[in-house]
């Protein structure tokens, strides 16, 4: 829709990518934040808690029908996530850094 890629990067996305994703648009978008790691605010930052008391990083309706409403699966799971995600993400930024699409793409489906 018209204005939502300003109003996404006004709201503190890193980029944008409208769907249809294009793979030439997502390899692009990913190769910009990769390039820019983000500078991480100090512990307790008003800016950071202000963040996270009006966006929901992730929509969790889905995972919590698979699980059954299983909050303590739920939590492991999500647990495994964030353990395995900052890996997972590097190695996808080292990916496109070669240019290997083929794992790129791996890697991302994956996370």
């Known amino acids: 829709m018209a204005g939502d890629r300003q109003r996404c990067l006004a709201a503190g996305m890193d980029d944008y990518v409208a769907k249809p994703l294009r793979g ?55 647990d495994l996530f964030m353990e395995d995600a900052p890996r997972q993400i590097a190695a996808l930024g080292e990916a496109i850094t070669r240019g290997n699409w083929q794992e790129a793409q791996r890697l991302a489906h994956t996370l």
């Open 24 to 78: 030439d648009e997502l390899v692009a978008a990913l190769a910009r934040v990769c390039a820019n790691p983000p500078i991480l605010e100090t512990p307790g930052s008003t800016t950071t808690e202000a963040a996270m008391d009006t966006v929901m990083p992730m929509d969790l309706t889905y995972l919590r029908e698979l699980v059954g409403g299983d909050e303590e699966v739920m939590g492991e799971i999500l």
